[in-house]
């Protein structure tokens, strides 16, 4: 069973910047798509970002410019660079990892005014 394991998420001002890992079990090599989600409360999750096997990446508009996400097929990890933090970032941040669908249990990230 693969184990996607976040971490990095806190209470952060905003303009801040945190950066969220995403640890999987065994190698991320083996998926071909791997996606940072958030869900704010009362809404549905979205896509922040997602970062192919090959290194190509995808963002949420309302990130460019402010988010960077890499992934590290060495150390078996995905990273999300949150820098410019806004209050309307704040949500509980999930790992996704593709084909399989497998989810983290998230990191909450809260931005204050």
């Known amino acids: 069973q693969v184990q996607l394991v976040e971490s990095g998420g806190g209470l952060v001002q905003a303009g801040g910047s945190l950066r969220l890992s995403c640890a999987a079990s065994?190698?991320?090599?083996?998926?071909?798509?791997v996606g940072w989600y958030r869900q704010a409360p009362g809404k549905q999750r979205e896509l922040v970002a997602d970062?192919?096997?090959?290194?190509?990446?995808n963002y949420k508009d309302s990130v460019k410019g402010r988010f960077t996400i890499s992934r590290d097929n060495a150390r078996n990890t995905v990273s999300l660079q949150m820098n410019s933090l806004k209050p309307e970032d704040t949500a509980v941040y999930y790992c996704?990892?593709?084909?399989?669908?497998?989810w983290g249990k998230g990191t909450l990230v809260t931005v204050s005014s």
């Open positions: 996704n990892a593709q084909p399989w669908d497998y």
């Open positions: 065994g190698s991320i090599f083996r998926f071909n798509v």
């Open positions: 970062i192919t096997r090959g290194g190509s990446t």
